[in-house]
């Protein structure tokens, strides 16, 4: 099979949401094929630039037909093999169908590779779970077939996605390369200046907390006492890192820093990547609740612990390749039993293992790197060829596989302006909502109709300008366009709380919203606004 002109990397991924994890992945990346992050094409569901430092600007997955086709379509890493909605706001509207949002990051990337006839490969991501609804598994079973190199982040993975059908291989997340991506020496003033521009002199001794809303537990107080505790216990000032502020933590940090006592440094917004890597990488330890966390700690060295249920199999699955499971504690409480033991030095047969994973790590790059110019196995042009002729066929077994396809082909010459536009709206709205703002939103709507995010800005806007009746009016319309999206519904109730009417606020977020699966501050926040005096039932 001929190639095509090829213009070097495709990466596929979330690197257009400010979560930490997510976004180290193209540094990563680059570092393993000898390119540096800006020879790598990114993309992501959305597409966009965030204000944080030393991240990539991702184009929208369906702006790829108009770019030079790649030489290798490299999918992940990150928790990104489902195709299940998702909650995040950010990915509000991003396609009609919002189960095309994670699916664009592998399904997608699997017709793109094959319409190009680029080189396919899995770049160690997770599968949370296995996959639900017969399009995607069998869809699912396409894009394996048409890979010319498979490799997942666990066992759990492996197993989720293919039952031992393919041949999968198995290695450990690849940010444990973060070390030479960015040597602990080089974040030294990083980590120096975080203090500083906070006003804060630079303490001796510090440790990283990350607190996530879906593990406290008995509560933010109490894991805030368990953190200021441990912290006390190796002479260390606190920090608390807004690892994922996508995921709310931003907010968490804030309100979880009155609670520690004595002086306690907030990185709730953070500046970038190297900000965080660099605390971690010169903390004496980290615990928390987000993996990257940890697995940043362990790139630099450093002693850790992870805080999340033992159901998250992503934890799990990182650890057990270590031999160190009992670094997954459930509750801050049982963190803190730990803690003497698990935050000391790390112990020589551990280091052992570490380094062995970074040897693993390369070998998996030199791989990737083979694949840019060697000429595809015979299997996977069949496995691209089938897939082609599956997602475009009349007789498609199921409507999704050429929604999908459809999706990733329209014409979207400016898909990334929409974006930009609703950014830009969204800060100005912080300031005014003046009559130009008002006039601003309805001219990029009439530019981009099906943009739901510049929707819900035009609702804001009006209800902020005191047309209550007519914001109310707007989101309801919104709700019934974008049935399986749930941040109409999320607005409405807020509009209603808000005017008071906390009976029909609570009966619409008990029909569309209780069951969902938003963050856990989030549904206090709703629950709150229309139950102000008594507790939701």
Request: hydrophobic share 45%; proline share 7%.
């Amino acid at each position: 099979m001929n190639r095509l002109p090829t213009d070097g990397v495709a990466l596929f991924g979330t690197f257009d949401v400010a979560n930490y994890g997510d976004l180290l992945f193209p540094h990563v990346a680059a570092h393993l094929l000898g390119m540096s992050p800006g020879d790598l094409r990114c993309y992501s569901p959305r597409g966009g630039a965030l204000d944080w430092e030393d991240t990539v600007v991702a184009r929208a997955v369906t702006a790829f037909s108009q770019d030079p086709p790649p030489s290798l379509c490299l999918i992940g890493g990150g928790n990104i093999i489902h195709a299940n909605p998702t909650p995040l706001p950010d990915y509000a509207g991003a396609f009609a169908d919002p189960r095309f949002t994670y699916a664009s990051l592998w399904l997608g990337a699997s017709i793109l590779a094959a319409r190009t006839g680029a080189a396919l490969a899995w770049n160690a991501p997770g599968v949370p779970a296995p996959l639900e609804g017969a399009w995607a598994r069998r869809l699912r079973d396409l894009a394996l077939g048409a890979a010319d190199y498979l490799s997942v982040r666990d066992e759990a993975s492996r197993v989720y996605l293919s039952g031992g059908r393919f041949d999968i291989d198995v290695l450990p997340d690849t940010v444990l390369k973060l070390g030479a991506v960015w040597p602990a020496a080089a974040l030294r003033d990083q980590a120096r200046t975080a203090f500083e521009i906070r006003g804060m002199a630079v303490p001796e001794r510090w440790i990283v907390f990350h607190l996530n809303d879906r593990y406290i537990g008995s509560g933010l107080p109490a894991a805030c006492t368990v953190a200021g505790r441990i912290a006390a216990s190796l002479g260390a000032m606190p920090v608390l890192a807004a690892i994922g502020p996508c995921h709310g933590d931003d907010a968490l940090a804030r309100e979880a820093s009155s609670l520690f006592e004595g002086d306690v440094l907030v990185v709730d917004r953070p500046r970038g990547l190297k900000e965080i890597a660099g605390l971690i990488a010169h903390a004496q330890a980290y615990v928390g609740s987000s993996m990257h966390g940890l697995i940043t700690a362990l790139a630099y060295r450093r002693p850790g612990i992870a805080i999340a249920r033992t159901r998250m199999v992503k934890f799990l699955g990182l650890l057990e390749q270590f031999g160190e499971p009992y670094r997954l504690q459930e509750s801050w409480e049982d963190a803190e039993r730990a803690a003497t033991t698990l935050l000391q030095p790390l112990p020589p047969p551990l280091l052992d293992r570490l380094d062995a994973a970074d040897g693993l790590i390369d070998d998996h790059g030199t791989r990737l790197g083979r694949l840019m110019t060697s000429q595809p196995a015979p299997s996977a042009v069949e496995g691209r060829a089938a897939l082609r002729s599956a997602v475009s066929s009349a007789d498609a077994p199921f409507g999704e596989w050429t929604s999908l396809n459809q999706a990733l082909t329209e014409d979207v010459a400016a898909a990334d302006d929409p974006d930009r536009v609703a950014q830009s709206i969204a800060a100005a709205l912080r300031v005014s909502v003046d009559v130009d703002l008002g006039a601003r939103i309805a001219a990029a709507l009439a530019r981009w109709p099906n943009s739901l995010r510049l929707a819900l800005l035009d609702a804001e806007w009006l209800e902020r300008s005191g047309d209550a009746a007519s914001a109310r009016a707007r989101l309801a319309r919104l709700q019934a366009q974008h049935p399986g999206n749930p941040w109409p519904v999320v607005r409405l109730v807020r509009l209603l709380a808000a005017q008071g009417e906390f009976d029909n606020a609570r009966t619409l977020y008990e029909a569309n919203l209780q069951s969902l699966t938003l963050t856990p501050a989030l549904h206090r926040e709703l629950t709150g606004s229309f139950s102000p005096d008594t507790p939701s039932g």
